[in-house]
């Protein structure tokens, strides 16, 4: 089923989505809206080198 791995990009994937939000929206600072898309950005990127580090140790 789930592996570790999975879980630590999966927690990966959601810190830098709360992160995101809380730039977009200025949970602890003023909004700052470039750096909440910016920051955004990045969910996909983790959850994509994770399938690519999965896929590579499976194929091991």
Same mark, same amino acid.
């Given at each position: 089923?789930?592996?570790?791995?999975?879980?630590?990009?999966?927690?990966?994937?959601?810190?830098?989505?709360?992160?995101?939000?809380?730039?977009?929206? !200025?949970?602890?600072? =003023?909004?700052?809206?470039? #750096? /909440?898309?910016? @920051? !955004?950005?990045?969910? =996909?990127?983790?959850?994509? #080198? /994770?399938?690519? @580090?999965?896929?590579?140790?499976?194929?091991?």
């Amino acid at each position: 089923m789930f592996k570790i791995q999975d879980f630590m990009i999966l927690g990966a994937a959601f810190v830098s989505f709360l992160f995101s939000i809380s730039l977009w929206f !200025g949970a602890l600072w =003023p909004p700052n809206r470039e #750096a /909440g898309i910016f @920051v !955004g950005l990045w969910v =996909p990127s983790i959850l994509a #080198a /994770g399938v690519y @580090v999965q896929l590579r140790a499976a194929r091991r």
